[in-house]
């Protein structure tokens, strides 16, 4: 592959991913999108998305001719896989480390996996992926080094020269509101706060300042925190 201009977004519907899509429609030419339906708890992420792949191209008319098809993808074999593991693992650290028990070990490693095959088979050079360190620095498979080992060995097994990209990887949710602010202004911060979904409870509830959510879980807390330390920055 020579291009250099198409990009996959991995895009599950949340305020990271929806800022991440902006970002790739704001500097690819050809824009693609990946979901995974794993048997998540809640299936309101999924059922966001559609909603804003046709909003989010009213934002700029720049991006409506650069989005591309959507690919959902079944990948129920890790709810299969985690269940057992937990089951299996009880006692483990994750918990333990203040991770929801949601937490499904090595799991955006197999998106990102899955999502360069899809790249491969649709011609796309660039993944483009959510993962932070900033906030999230117990996720190991969110980590910096993670995702460059990671390039280095979908590159090696598959001839490819595929480009992970992680915009929001040493950024904390008051600057992934700011770059959203940058890249699409009031209305895409708009979109993020009222169409995208965060919730680990599944939650959307009344729409708070910052957004649909219980309010309590820690996706809400960190991107409430994250928006109101937005709104004083502003
Ligand atoms: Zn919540």
Same mark, same amino acid.
């Given at each position: 592959?020579?291009?250099?201009?198409?990009?996959?977004?991995?895009?599950?519907?949340?305020?990271?991913?929806?800022t991440c899509l902006a970002w790739?429609?704001?500097?690819?030419?050809?824009?693609?999108?990946?979901?995974?339906?794993?048997?998540?708890?809640?299936?309101?992420?999924?059922?966001? $998305?559609?909603? @804003?792949?046709?909003?989010?191209?009213? #934002? %700029?008319? &720049?991006?409506?001719?650069? /989005?591309?098809? *959507?690919?959902?993808?079944?990948?129920?074999?890790?709810?299969?896989?985690?269940?057992?593991?937990?089951?299996?693992?009880?006692?483990?650290?994750?918990?333990?480390?203040?991770?929801?028990?949601?937490?499904?070990?090595?799991?955006?490693?197999?998106?990102?996996?899955?999502?360069?095959?899809?790249?491969?088979?649709?011609?796309?050079?660039?993944?483009?992926?959510?993962?932070?360190?900033?906030?999230?620095?117990?996720?190991?498979?969110?980590?910096?080094?993670?995702?460059?080992?990671?390039?280095?060995?979908?590159?090696?097994?598959?001839?490819? $020269?595929?480009? @992970?990209?992680?915009?929001?990887?040493? #950024? %904390?949710? &008051?600057?992934?509101?700011? /770059?959203?602010? *940058?890249?699409?202004?009031?209305?895409?911060?708009?979109?993020?706060?009222?169409?995208?979904?965060?919730?680990?409870?599944?939650?959307?509830?009344?729409?708070?300042?910052?957004?649909?959510?219980?309010?309590?879980?820690?996706?809400?807390?960190?991107?409430?925190?994250?928006?109101?330390?937005?709104?004083?920055?502003?």
């Amino acid at each position: 592959m020579t291009s250099t201009n198409r990009a996959l977004v991995l895009f599950s519907g949340g305020q990271d991913s929806t800022t991440c899509l902006a970002w790739a429609l704001s500097r690819y030419a050809h824009v693609e999108t990946i979901g995974f339906d794993y048997g998540q708890r809640h299936a309101i992420e999924l059922r966001v $998305r559609p909603q @804003l792949l046709s909003k989010i191209v009213t #934002i %700029d008319p &720049a991006w409506a001719p650069r /989005l591309g098809e *959507d690919h959902l993808i079944d990948l129920s074999l890790l709810g299969k896989i985690s269940e057992t593991a937990l089951t299996r693992d009880v006692d483990i650290a994750f918990c333990n480390d203040g991770l929801p028990n949601t937490f499904v070990p090595g799991r955006n490693l197999l998106f990102m996996m899955v999502a360069a095959t899809v790249a491969y088979r649709r011609g796309l050079d660039v993944l483009v992926g959510g993962m932070c360190e900033t906030d999230f620095s117990g996720y190991p498979d969110c980590r910096d080094d993670s995702m460059k080992a990671l390039q280095v060995a979908l590159n090696l097994g598959m001839a490819t $020269r595929l480009k @992970l990209e992680t915009p929001l990887m040493w #950024i %904390d949710k &008051a600057a992934t509101w700011s /770059l959203a602010q *940058d890249l699409g202004g009031a209305a895409l911060v708009e979109l993020i706060r009222a169409d995208t979904h965060t919730c680990y409870l599944g939650e959307r509830g009344v729409l708070h300042d910052w957004g649909h959510g219980c309010g309590v879980c820690p996706a809400c807390a960190l991107r409430a925190r994250g928006h109101a330390e937005f709104v004083a920055r502003a």
